[in-house]
C-alpha cells in the first residue's frame, strides 16, 4: 500500500476554474458510499452513488450473484462520466460533483478521466477480510458478499503512474478517512479551501 506522500505530485493540481470532480473508488464494501456522502456533505457538492446508475438487468445479475463483465460496465461508465461532466449544470453552482464507484480497472479509470475530464480519485484500499466482516454485515444491499472474491481479482490497484489518484486506508473511522481525504485534497485543489466547511 502507498503512503499518501508518494502521491504528492505538481500533476493533481487541478486548474481552480475546472469543478471538483471526484470518485470515490475501492470494491464494494469498503465504504464509498459512505465517505462519499461526507465528502458531499462537508464540501457541499453534489454526491450520485455510482449504484443508482446501473441498468435494471445490471442490478439484477449482482442480485442474483452474477459479476458483470466490461460490456455491462461500459455505458455504466459513461453514465457517470456524464454525471461527472454536468456537475456544473446543478443546483448547487458549477463547484463540480462526486460519484462512488468501484473504477476497479486502470481501463474503467481512463474510460472516466477521458469522458469527464480531469477527476481526482479516492481509493479506499483494505484487507479482503475486513472488506468481506463489513458486506456480511450489511442489510438490503444488492451487492451479494459472494462477489467479493470476482471484484478482488478484478481490482488493478492504482500505480504511482496514476498521479490522481489518492489511496486512502479503510481500517479507521470515517471521520479520519474524510480528515485525511480533506487535507490532502485542499493542499493540491485550490478550490477545497473555499468549499469546505468551517467545522472540517
Known amino acids: 500500500m502507498f503512503s499518501l506522500s508518494d502521491f504528492f505530485s505538481p500533476m493533481l493540481i487541478h486548474n481552480q476554474d475546472h469543478p471538483l470532480r471526484i470518485i470515490v473508488m475501492g470494491v464494494s464494501g469498503s465504504g464509498k458510499s459512505t465517505l ?28 442474483a450473484g452474477i459479476a458483470l463483465q466490461d460490456d455491462d ?24 460533483g462526486i460519484v462512488a464507484c468501484s473504477a476497479l480497472k486502470k481501463i474503467y479509470r481512463d474510460r472516466i478521466r477521458q469522458k469527464a475530464g480531469p477527476v481526482i480519485f479516492l481509493f479506499l484500499d ?4 475486513l472488506i468481506r466482516q463489513r458486506m456480511q454485515s450489511r442489510v438490503g444491499h444488492y451487492m451479494q458478499a459472494g462477489l467479493l472474491d470476482s471484484q478482488l481479482q ?10 490522481d489518484v489518492i489511496p486512502l486506508p479503510i481500517d479507521q473511522t470515517v471521520d479520519s478517512i474524510l480528515q485525511q481525504a480533506i487535507t490532502f485534497l485542499s493542499k493540491t485543489q485550490p478550490q477545497v479551501q473555499a468549499l469546505s466547511s468551517p467545522s472540517i
Open 36 to 63: 462519499a456522502q461526507s465528502l458531499g456533505a462537508a464540501l457541499s457538492l453534489r454526491m450520485k452513488d455510482g449504484d443508482e446508475l446501473h441498468l435494471p438487468d445490471s442490478v439484477a445479475k449482482m442480485s
Open 126 to 129: 483494505g484487507s479482503p477480510d
Open 154 to 163: 478484478t481490482l488493478e490497484k492504482p500505480g504511482r503512474d496514476e498521479t
Open 73 to 96: 460496465r461500459w455505458p455504466w461508465l459513461d453514465r457517470i462520466s456524464a454525471y461527472l461532466k454536468n456537475s456544473s449544470e446543478g443546483v448547487q453552482g458549477d463547484e463540480g
